[in-house]
């Protein structure tokens, strides 16, 4: 991809990097098909702004200015996932964010399935799999969470060799309908979720528990006969807020319900409103994660 500052009016080159060194704020964006986001740029509308204010997202190799249409952000020109909506809720002139996004379509996060394979079992290497492991050096990591681990090591380092500190401020997460194709998975979704907030906070170096948003799946039923397990993934879900009192909450996490975030014909993934309103709901989600005492 050409660089974005050949192509977009000086306007927007002025407000490139900040010329402190100080610590910037980074937020990591992962998860599957919905956080990838296939929502139309065009269905917009002209009101949209081009360019996000004081955000800046990373693509293969550089944070480049967020502007809508240049700036790729899912798997295909044109299209979008929740960080615009996130960005709109939480850039702010004095605070600058830099967020980085990790997706691959249809993929898990529980360690039994090999891609879109269900092999069961005990965790096993090269399995393509978000599965963090359990300890920084396990060979059973799932493929994807190493790929993903890869990516966001890369931006936290571009931003270092640039001279800024990076502050990590949050996970922001969107996967779980691949999971619910089985009961295995589906029944231990709180747990490989707190797995992962745990392993990815310890593996970059967070101190304390990663703060950590995600999105319930599957808000509209009846699902497709292959999420087999919808109600089991979506009541873990529950359970895995840090709010809910159940034995599976997980400590700095919070669940954002998408019941009335519309949806496209499939009733699986965010239309272009859709996406722009779960990213708004992340955003604010995060925030109010991070002003608590």
Not at 48 to 58: G, L, Q
Not at 123 to 141: H, L, V
Not at 198 to 210: I, M, Q, S, T
Not at 246 to 266: C, G, K, Q, W, Y
Request: positive net charge.
């Amino acid at each position: 991809m050409r660089s974005i500052r050949k192509v977009i009016p000086a306007v927007v080159i002025a407000l490139s990097f900040p010329c402190s060194a100080a610590e910037v704020d980074i937020y990591l964006l992962g998860g599957q098909s919905n956080m990838q986001g296939i929502g139309k740029i065009t269905a917009l509308g002209e009101d949209a702004p081009r360019t996000i204010p004081h955000t800046y997202f990373f693509t293969s190799a550089d944070f480049e200015p967020l502007v809508l249409g240049e700036t790729q952000t899912s798997t295909r020109a044109g299209e979008f996932g929740p960080e615009i909506g996130f960005a709109l809720e939480v850039a702010r002139r004095d605070r600058p964010i830099y967020m980085v996004k990790y997706h691959q379509s249809g993929m898990p996060l529980h360690h039994g399935w090999n891609g879109g394979a269900w092999v069961g079992g005990a965790p096993a290497s090269s399995r393509r799999n978000f599965y963090p492991g359990i300890r920084e050096d396990d060979e059973n990591q799932g493929v994807l969470y190493r790929k993903m681990l890869i990516r966001f090591r890369k931006a936290i380092r571009k931003l270092e060799e640039d001279g800024h500190t990076p502050a990590i401020k949050g996970l922001v997460w969107m996967q779980g309908e691949q999971d619910s194709k089985h009961k295995e998975s589906a029944i231990a979704y709180a747990a490989n979720l707190k797995r992962l907030q745990l392993r990815l906070g310890e593996d970059l170096g967070v101190r304390g528990n990663l703060p950590l948003v995600y999105g319930q799946v599957l808000p509209y039923g009846p699902a497709a006969a292959r999420f087999t397990h919808r109600d089991e993934i979506r009541r873990q879900m529950a359970f895995a807020d840090g709010r809910s009192s159940h034995e599976l909450a997980i400590p700095n996490a919070r669940m954002v319900s998408t019941d009335t975030i519309s949806l496209r014909r499939d009733k699986v993934h965010y239309d272009a409103r859709g996406q722009l309103q779960l990213g708004r709901d992340f955003g604010r989600a995060l925030k109010d994660l991070l002003a608590k005492p």
